[in-house]
């Protein structure tokens, strides 16, 4: 009788070890990577909570916030909320907020089916940022790092004031070392896309002056 006891008081500790083997640990999830679209595609970016991934330390995971996609998405969302549709009350127009003259240097001729194109949307932004790179490209070898007006210069902030108010306002910037204060017809100053926009990298960007859709 009491070898039965034992034998199935030793079943049942052996069944209960092995259930709990296979159960499911209840750790708390969280999103380690946001999902991003644009150009028609979707992007995995690291979360931008360094929180959310615990482990990058030891699996030495590089944070690519701050690489081109980052930047584009974060022009977008200051110029337009990110809608591909929008026109404001001066004219500019898409997810990047382009005017009539700036398309036409880049090789867009029909304004409306400009607006109704994310993909060509997307291909005019890479266009505007390589033409301002070049003509800028002494300017980001000069000052880059440099703290100009309380500002740290980077090449990513100028390529956002290029942006906003063109590379010769980003040039006359320089020239009067940071004490011309540009704002656009909104009021919005050069100086405050230069900080809010440093430390990109743009890397990716070539420098060049022929830069179209097509390219």
Avoid: C
């Amino acid at each position: 009788m009491i070898k039965k006891w034992y034998y199935y008081t030793s079943l049942i500790v052996i069944i209960t070890f092995l259930s709990l083997g296979f159960k499911p640990f209840n750790l708390e999830t969280k999103p380690w990577f946001l999902v991003e679209k644009a150009d028609g595609a979707e992007y995995s970016l690291p979360s931008p909570d360094k929180d959310d991934y615990p482990v990058e330390k030891k699996l030495n995971i590089p944070y690519t916030g701050n690489h081109l996609i980052g930047f584009k998405e974060a022009v977008a969302f200051k110029e337009s909320q990110g809608k591909y549709r929008k026109v404001n009350s001066l004219g500019y127009m898409g997810k990047y907020q382009f005017g009539s003259k700036a398309l036409k240097a880049i090789g867009v001729k029909d304004d409306k089916e400009f607006l109704k194109d994310p993909a060509l949307q997307e291909k005019a932004f890479i266009a505007l940022l390589s033409i301002n790179k070049w003509i800028l490209r002494h300017e980001i070898k000069r000052y880059e790092g440099k703290i100009i007006n309380g500002v740290e210069v980077t090449e990513s902030g100028i390529l956002a004031a290029a942006h906003l108010g063109g590379a010769g306002s980003v040039k006359n910037f320089f020239r009067n070392k940071g004490n011309r204060h540009f704002r656009d017809a909104y009021g919005t100053s050069l100086r405050s896309y230069m900080k809010a926009f440093g430390g990109y990298d743009l890397s990716y960007i070539e420098a060049d002056s022929n830069a179209t859709i097509h390219d």
